[in-house]
C-alpha cells in the first residue's frame, strides 16, 4: 500500500497563521487538522489520483472515493492555485453548500469536489455535486470517521484499478 507521500507543498505555516485563518472564520480547527497543516500546508499526491478504501472493506464494494490534494492556508500551492480561505468562502458564503460552522474544506478530489472535515466529530465527508437530494441540493457523504482513517486508507488510482479489475 502506498503512503501519501505530498508534493508542490506551500509555504509553511506557523500556530500564528493558523490561529488567524481561526478567526477569521470564527472556528476552532480540530487538532489533528491542525498539526497536518504545521506539518504540511497543502500539497499534491506524487501519483496521478489516489483512491479511499476504508479499512475491512472489500475494494469491490468501495465507493472509489478519490483524492487529489489538500487546499493551501494563506500560501497558495500552485501559481494558479487557491487557498483553503477562497474555498471556504466560495462554499459558504458565496455559494452557501454549507454551514461554514460545521465542516472545513480542506482537501478537494479529482473533479475538484471539496472533502470536508466536520467540526464537531472530525469525520470525513464528500460534497459529491453529481447527487442532489429532495430538495435539489448538493449531497454531503460520509467518508471516514478521521483525518489519520481517511489518510491510511488512501492508496494509487493505479493501485485501486488493479484492485477491482476482478470485480
Known amino acids: 500500500m502506498k503512503q501519501l507521500k505530498l508534493v508542490k507543498l506551500a509555504k509553511s505555516l506557523t500556530e500564528n497563521d493558523i490561529s488567524n485563518f481561526e478567526n477569521q472564520f470564527g472556528i476552532r480547527m480540530p487538532d ?3 498539526k497536518h497543516y504545521l506539518k504540511a500546508n497543502g500539497g499534491f499526491p506524487d501519483c496521478f489520483k489516489m483512491c479511499y478504501i476504508q479499512k475491512g472493506v472489500d475494494p469491490c464494494n468501495a465507493n472509489g472515493v478519490t483524492f ?3 487546499y493551501p492556508i494563506k500560501y497558495p ?3 494558479d492555485g487557491s487557498t483553503l480561505e477562497e474555498n471556504y468562502i466560495d462554499y459558504t458564503d458565496t455559494q452557501a453548500l454549507f454551514d461554514k460552522h ?3 474544506p480542506f482537501a478537494f478530489d479529482v473533479s475538484g469536489y471539496p472533502h470536508l472535515m466536520k467540526l ?8 459529491n455535486r453529481d447527487v442532489v437530494d429532495d430538495e435539489g441540493r448538493e449531497v454531503i457523504e460520509f467518508v471516514a470517521p478521521s483525518l489519520q ?3 491510511d486508507g488512501l ?3 493505479d493501485e485501486f484499478e488493479d484492485l477491482i479489475s476482478d470485480c
Open 149 to 151: 482513517d481517511f489518510i
Open 120 to 127: 464537531d466529530d472530525h469525520a470525513i465527508y464528500l460534497l
Open 155 to 157: 492508496i494509487s488510482g
Open 68 to 70: 487529489n490534494g489538500f
Open 77 to 79: 500551492s500552485t501559481a
Open 102 to 104: 460545521q465542516y472545513i
Open 32 to 34: 489533528d487538522l491542525r
